[in-house]
């Protein structure tokens, strides 16, 4: 038995699969999902996600939603999402080192906010660009 995990954003059916485990970006850390898990709906973070089918993993970036776990179905809703494979990890790494400077860099308080979610994003994408493939 295994998970089926779909991914929906507001353009598009992001992705539709099955996996035997998954490891969500929530609000309080990484949560691993396996088959038979509790029902839970939880927040998604910004932040990598890691979808396991057999032995072959697959990383993308969330970029901030929802999770639904229910009888092995597990229903993301999330603002933006990107597979790994398709983020150019130099690009991704320009971004990032940009967004940290802008971060530190920050004047007000609105800037600090803007910059700090800029940041998040960057790092996300940079992460999953660069993870073992």
């Avoid at 890691?50 to 179905?73: F, H, P």
């Avoid at 530190?104 to 660009?129: C, P």
């Amino acid at each position: 038995m295994s998970l089926q995990v779909r991914i929906l954003t507001p353009e598009q059916v992001f992705l539709n699969v099955s996996a035997d485990e998954i490891i969500l970006p929530t609000n309080t850390g990484q949560m691993g999902v396996l088959t038979n898990h509790t029902p839970l709906i939880t927040a998604i973070d910004i932040g990598p996600m890691l979808v396991r089918s057999e032995s072959t993993w697959q990383s993308m970036a969330l970029l901030g939603g929802l999770a639904l776990v229910k009888d092995n179905q597990v229903i993301i809703l999330v603002n933006e999402a990107e597979l790994g494979s398709d983020i150019n990890a130099e690009e991704a790494e320009t971004t990032f080192l940009a967004a940290k400077e802008a971060l530190a860099n920050s004047k007000t308080r609105k800037d600090q906010i803007e910059n700090n979610l800029a940041f998040k994003r960057a790092r996300v994408r940079y992460q999953v660009a660069t993870l073992v493939k």
